[in-house]
């Protein structure tokens, strides 16, 4: 229960948030709720002045509003009568809902009767503000319907009943459609009314205003169950069986924590009851799944309703394991330079990057990394949790982005690709295992996978490697954008695993590596850059090394040789220009060992010598170029 205990904490730590809506950049809202309230979508908003008396009403849009919320009211479905304190449906805030066609299942259990009961209760309760009062005065005169009618919000038919379904026939008598049918709701019955209070005191609104949200917590607490040992915090407080849900989204029906297994009793035989496996007070449980909710929301990684989600216990940012380089530097508002001769300068770069997260470390600076994910729609599990000390943590980060780094050109930046050293982001990397059509499933099966790897230093798991290796030794199956990804991600991924083994390979050229695989990508490097050199810009096919890529993996000494026959009308082409070329093939094959030039498959580390030859070409080039644009 320690993840319980530290959004907990992290609830107490950020208390100045509460009530706050802030916008993302796909334009989602997200709030830290205050403890009892929870949200809902309105269609109708209803003003009233102090006297109770109604001064205007609109039809919204969906607008998410904090609505104050009961333990009953929280879990209510069906025909269950357990009314919100505050805003709620039509058929529970009107007492005209019957008179103007409203259906209800039992006449001796109004919703409307519960309703206005447990308002007048608050209302007279030493914890009212003026608000609430006026509010109850204007829905204890019965009349919400009649009103809304005459405001134009609500329509009727000719018998003056509410119209269930809006259809062509009531455009003859009605005219247009009513805005109320387009605003979300199902049909008018169904409509969710929030209420507001024009003061001369507070011009805040209802479902904003602090004091509003006190007022009913302090009047609610005193109506919680009886105290028990929390098993949280130890303390004596009121308990409760009843756990939120809506923790991923609105329609969210997994719950966390439950006991509500009366027939089956899967806590038997360990527990007598419920409370003697987890005894949790409503203020623990309140506020640590109102954090949680509001985490998700704010910087949590949703994938097929697997949630990823990384924060401190304190108010300091933290980097999330799953981000690649770029990200890193992006988060930490650090600007990105242009192109680098080497990988040393974007390295310490991000290596200063993860540093600054380390401002005012304390001894208790944490960190906590948690996936959540149901296997059914109303039971959900922590599949991983860690809390670990920050510093550690960044360290771990600071490894994994320089151990599993390589040189990336797939990433854009204002719509110019750009090229990055480190490590690859998580569903990057699940996309070059498995291509970019992989399933929700098998990319967050993956992403959970690496997540070790990353934060414990584990070993990567050797499928993974093994996958984006034969897939970037394909490249003929994709794109060429996807395959120079893959193969960037893969090498990525190689040298980590070598590292792993005590090994260092680094994306610059070793003239020096004499290891066969090595040495067998590197010809195939050169034989692409002659190849491709010859074509020309204008000429957009795949080249023989690439084509037959996958089978040179296979049987390098003999596809060599039918590569070498096709390079000799290229060679010729090119003139002298393919001098250079030949002498590097020539260089390469002195430093084959006799016995190892054969059609032995070779390893992954082919892919690292294919990929380091032919940038370094490809260098030159450009270095050429440059200098005969000076010259001239």
Not at 410 to 417: A, L, P, S, T
Request: a neutral charge.
């Amino acid at each position: 229960m320690s993840w319980l205990y530290n959004l907990y904490k992290t609830y107490e730590m950020n208390t100045e948030q509460i009530g706050k809506t802030v916008k993302k950049r796909n334009d989602k809202e997200y709030t830290l709720l205050p403890i009892s309230h929870t949200t809902q979508n309105a269609h109708i908003e209803v003003t009233i002045d102090e006297d109770g008396d109604i001064l205007q009403a609109t039809v919204l849009e969906k607008e998410n509003t904090i609505i104050p919320c009961t333990e009953e009211s929280a879990s209510r479905a069906g025909s269950k009568i357990a009314p919100y304190p505050l805003h709620d449906k039509l058929s529970y805030v009107a007492g005209d809902f019957v008179k103007y066609g409203g259906k209800i299942k039992n006449q001796d259990d109004v919703p409307f009767d519960a309703y206005i009961q447990n308002l007048k209760e608050w209302a007279e309760s030493p914890y009212a503000i003026d608000k609430v009062k006026s509010i109850y005065k204007y829905l204890s005169k019965g009349r919400l319907i009649e009103d809304l009618v005459k405001y134009k919000v609500l329509v009727l038919d000719e018998n003056q009943q509410l119209i269930e379904k809006w259809n062509k026939k009531y455009e003859e008598s009605l005219g247009e459609k009513p805005l109320i049918f387009s605003s979300g709701t199902t049909d008018q019955v169904s409509a969710f009314v929030r209420f507001n209070v024009y003061s001369r005191t507070s011009t805040v609104d209802v479902w904003k205003d602090r004091e509003m949200y006190q007022s009913f917590i302090d009047f609610y607490n005193e109506r919680l169950g009886d105290e028990d040992v929390d098993f949280i915090t130890g303390e004596l407080a009121p308990s409760t069986e009843r756990h939120a849900n809506k923790i991923r989204h609105a329609a969210d029906k997994a719950k966390l924590i439950s006991a509500n297994d009366t027939s089956g009793f899967t806590f038997r035989g360990r527990f007598k009851t419920s409370k003697e496996a987890a005894g949790i007070s409503y203020e623990v449980s309140q506020k640590a799944h109102n954090a949680l909710k509001w985490l998700i929301h704010r910087q949590g990684k949703t994938i097929d309703n697997r949630v990823f989600l990384v924060w401190g216990n304190d108010d300091k940012s933290v980097p999330d394991p799953g981000e690649d380089a770029l990200d890193i530097l992006y988060h930490a508002n650090r600007k990105i330079e242009e192109e680098p001769d080497t990988d040393k300068p974007f390295a310490e770069e991000v290596k200063r990057a993860i540093d600054g997260y380390r401002n005012d470390l304390n001894y208790d600076s944490e960190v906590n990394i948690l996936v959540l994910d149901s296997a059914t729609t109303g039971r959900m599990a922590v599949l991983y949790y860690r809390n670990m000390n920050k510093e550690i943590y960044l360290n771990s980060l600071k490894d994994w982005h320089s151990q599993c780094s390589w040189e990336h050109r797939y990433r854009k930046n204002e719509e110019k690709f750009v090229k990055f050293y480190g490590a690859p982001a998580t569903r990057d990397i699940a996309f070059a295992a498995y291509g970019p059509r992989a399933s929700d499933k098998i990319v967050k099966g993956l992403m959970e996978r690496m997540l070790p790897c990353i934060i414990d230093g584990q070993i990567i798991p050797k499928d993974i490697v093994k996958s984006a290796f034969q897939r970037a030794s394909n490249p003929v199956a994709m794109e060429r954008w996807e395959w120079e990804k893959t193969l960037s991600i893969a090498c990525a991924l190689i040298r980590k695993s070598l590292i792993e083994k005590k090994e260092e390979w680094d994306v610059a050229l070793d003239k020096t590596i004499t290891d066969r695989s090595y040495l067998f990508g590197r010809l195939l490097a050169v034989a692409d850059v002659l190849e491709r050199g010859a074509l020309g810009k204008e000429e957009t096919r795949a080249t023989n090394a690439i084509r037959y890529m996958n089978s040179f993996s296979q049987k390098p000494s003999r596809t060599w040789m039918t590569l070498q026959a096709s390079l000799q009308p290229y060679q010729a082409k090119l003139g002298t220009k393919a001098n250079y070329l030949s002498r590097i093939i020539d260089e390469i094959s002195g430093q084959f060992a006799v016995e190892d030039f054969n059609n032995k498959p070779l390893t992954e580390k082919y892919l690292l010598g294919f990929y380091s030859q032919r940038r370094e070409l490809y260098k030159k080039k450009e270095i050429n170029i440059e200098s005969e644009e000076t010259n001239k």
